[in-house]
């Protein structure tokens, strides 16, 4: 097991490698430059290149991106050029929002799809498994703006039991905002439901079909007993993987549930770097993203090949 994590985590380690050289070389192809966005558009050229020489832009590229890559893994990810405050405070306090929502939707939308799943499996060609199918792909299928907004609709203008807003205090606990969390956690639940449903009952339906499982049942062992010691360990395997791969997503990639419930978080702070051309901002978020989704692979690894002696002794 430990060759095993030692193998990929030398493969995430290149991975990240080669991501940051991309991250880099395309931020510095972006139009625009950095010496004219911190001075103003009319500035000398004398300041202009003043400038660029203590910024380090008049070294070659390649010496700027090993500059660079080494202040980020040491924590200095340097100034936004449209804020002027430090990146890191900045960036990881987004972080934390992003986690807490991601985990909120992760708790609500798993737990749900996993039992739905398998009562489909338990009940399939139902009218049961049907209506569990047909309801999840019709929750799946809707826009998340748009869900969002009936949502809003419903519980906020409507109803008044939440906030339509999730404009957080960044100094407020979870307790505070855990209202402001509910309304875009459920509009990311009915994306997930579908598609962790369905790997859960395509999973379950195969596991029921296989030797040992009818053995089990013949043996008269209860159906709770042959679900849990049986069907569940082999069954989620397919479904653990998918969570562990979701959790990138959840962090870095909301950026339309966001939007529609202003909330402030890893996904809006990207948008708003790419709008101003902040590069410096830009290329610390987008390699924490690219970060946390490879870390997110490794965990699917692992659990995968916990869960399975198969794929760790091969």
């Not at 990138?248 to 709008?275: H, K, Q």
Request: glycine share 6%; net charge positive.
């Amino acid at each position: 097991m430990l060759r095993y994590i030692a193998r990929r985590l030398g493969m995430m380690v290149l991975t990240l490698l080669v991501a940051s050289i991309i991250v880099f070389f395309v931020t510095q192809m972006l139009p625009g430059d950095v010496a004219t966005m911190i001075i103003g558009r009319f500035a000398t050229p004398e300041a202009l290149a003043k400038l660029r020489a203590q910024l380090g832009l008049d070294r070659p590229t390649y010496i700027q991106y090993l500059d660079w890559l080494l202040h980020y893994v040491t924590g200095d990810w340097g100034k936004s050029l449209s804020t002027g405050s430090p990146i890191q405070p900045m960036v990881m306090e987004r972080l934390r929002n992003s986690a807490l929502l991601g985990g909120m939707a992760m708790l609500m939308s798993v737990p749900l799809a996993i039992v739905l799943g398998v009562i489909a499996a338990f009940k399939r060609n139902s009218w049961v498994d049907h209506l569990i199918s047909v309801s999840a792909l019709s929750l799946e299928g809707l826009p998340e703006f748009v869900t969002g907004l009936f949502l809003i609709g419903v519980f906020a203008l409507g109803l008044h039991l939440l906030p339509a807003s999730s404009d957080i205090d960044p100094e407020a606990g979870f307790v505070k905002i855990l209202p402001k969390l509910i309304l875009p956690s459920l509009t990311i639940t009915f994306v997930m439901l579908a598609y962790v449903a369905r790997m859960t009952r395509s999973s379950t339906i195969e596991v029921l079909k296989t030797d040992y499982v009818r053995t089990a049942f013949l043996k008269g062992l209860p159906r709770r007993e042959v679900l849990i010691r049986h069907v569940l360990r082999n069954a989620l395997l397919p479904t653990v993987t998918i969570v562990a791969i979701s959790i990138g997503w959840l962090i870095g990639g909301l950026i339309v549930t966001e939007t529609v419930f202003g909330y402030p978080s890893l996904g809006r702070l990207l948008l708003f770097s790419i709008e101003r051309r902040d590069i410096p901002l830009i290329q610390a978020v987008t390699m924490l993203i690219v970060t946390i989704y490879s870390l997110s692979n490794l965990i699917a690894d692992i659990l995968y090949a916990y869960l399975n002696p198969r794929i760790r002794l091969s």
